[in-house]
């Protein structure tokens, strides 16, 4: 749940809410009738474009089409871009350049501040300022992934913490007992324990039966205590704390060592198999809310835990979805109420429709979101690891320090440096890349 906010407050405004989507979808519709009525003025066809996969923008287009019938005399032309977030961001800084950018944009916030350094994005603040939309109805971190220099420059869509899912069935198939709120307080050697009483080779000595894949990249570093960025995000410190390298030891360790981990390539990775599709994977990696989308056909039912404690204290990842505005559109009012209420009472059809991650407006991710049963996930979990959320060290060139820390991270994986070495080239490239 949100940070400072009590199961006794989360209940209390259940209850307010009622037990029905629809009871709680016309109270929040109250407190959103300045966008509603706004959107009385002159017709305007705003042009609007996502980034996501087809199941994904199936949930998250609810909230346009919801828009549409309540206000016909508004077009919107929606696009979805079901390729690479790369070449979305690319595509759209050219439109940017071009002056043929959309209107409104469906975008991660890693792209925020590449989208702001080219003049592509309008300061949504003075909006914020003078509707009744206000930044304490949405989530802190999210409200300062949108912002740069002060200004801000998105409406949250949704917003997700990286915890893992486990395979219940396939550990008790392994004799694995797990006590209730086993993972609020399990450490690295619980985790590792559990990890290998699952996994199993075959007689090549292939991983058959997976543990893990460890996929997280930024919260393994805060595990052992690394920052990866100074405070100036001008240059990269993993290295100057003993926890960078221990960190990456720790994950090669996962594979080579603890043989629980699958190599890289060849025969731990037979080809075509979903391992965690297939139920021989114990732990998922990284299972942010993405996973109601996708997890519909599985023949077990996941759990969802938190992430194990390392030698410092416990990080989730944050990362937050929304709705941005070109710096040039010509239809800025129209805009700016079609995202005000896709961003609130446009929520509750995205979760009608399925839902896609966790509402950035409180109020319908504190009751609407939480009601909703899918799955049978405690999606309680998501609210809980929000409490120990971190954000991912963004900056403009996100593409090129991930590319970085990935090329070093697989040589480590292929046993071709050290992990020593890699955090010392991490921090090198990516300092120089900064300009530090």
């Keep these: 749940m949100a940070q400072g906010t009590t199961r006794r407050a989360v209940l209390a405004m259940l209850a307010v809410a009622g037990s029905s989507l629809a009871a709680a979808c016309a109270a ?44 016909p005399h508004h077009k919107i032309e929606a696009t979805n871009d079901s390729g690479s977030e790369t070449d979305y961001g690319a595509k759209l800084i050219t439109a940017f350049a071009g002056g043929s950018a959309p209107d409104v944009i469906w975008t991660t916030t890693r792209r925020i501040i590449p989208f702001q350094s080219a003049g592509g994005l309008a300061d949504l603040t003075p909006l914020y300022t003078r509707s009744k939309l206000k930044t304490e109805q949405f989530y802190p971190l999210a409200i300062d992934e949108q912002s740069v220099g002060g200004r801000l420059y998105g409406v949250s869509q949704g917003w997700g913490a990286g915890v893992l899912a486990i395979n219940r069935a396939l550990l008790d198939k392994a004799g694995v007992t797990l006590r209730p709120d086993f993972d609020k307080t399990w450490t690295h050697q619980d985790f590792l324990d559990v990890l290998k009483r699952v996994a199993k080779q075959d007689a090549q000595g292939n991983l058959d039966t997976w543990g893990v894949d460890y996929t997280e990249t930024w919260p393994l570093w805060w595990d052992f205590g690394a920052e990866f960025l100074d405070k100036d995000k001008k240059k990269s410190v993993v290295n100057q704390t003993p926890g960078g390298s221990q960190a990456l030891q720790f994950w090669s360790d996962l594979t080579h060592t603890h043989r629980v981990q699958p190599r890289r390539t060849g025969g731990d990775r037979p080809q075509g198999v979903d391992m965690w599709r297939a139920g021989r994977q114990a732990v998922f990696g990284n299972a942010g809310p993405y996973i109601l989308a996708q997890w519909e056909n599985l023949d077990f039912q996941p759990e969802l ?24 559109s010509k239809v800025k009012d129209a805009a700016w109420e079609f995202m005000a209420f896709a961003g609130t009472e446009g929520a509750t059809y995205v979760e009608r429709a399925g839902g896609f991650d966790i509402p950035g407006y409180r109020p319908v991710a504190e009751t609407v979101f939480l009601q909703r049963n ?14 120990e959320a971190k954000q991912q060290p963004l900056v403009k060139p996100w593409d090129e320090m991930n590319a970085i820390v990935s090329r070093q991270r697989a040589d480590l994986l292929d046993q071709k440096i050290s992990a020593r070495d890699a955090a010392l080239n991490i921090e090198r490239e990516v300092t120089a890349l900064l300009g530090g």
């Design 374 to 387: 899918v799955l049978n996930l405690n999606k309680q979990r998501w609210l809980d690891a929000a409490k």
């Design 305 to 328: 835990v938190l992430r194990p404690i390392g030698p410092k204290p416990r990080f989730h990842r944050w990362y937050t979805d929304c709705y941005a505005m070109w710096s040039s």
């Design 28 to 71: 929040d519709r109250t407190q959103q009738d300045e966008p509603a009525q706004g959107a009385g003025r002159g017709p305007a066809t705003i042009v609007y474009w996502c980034n996501l996969y087809q199941a994904g923008w199936e949930k998250v287009q609810a909230a346009a089409t919801e828009y549409g019938k309540r206000f």
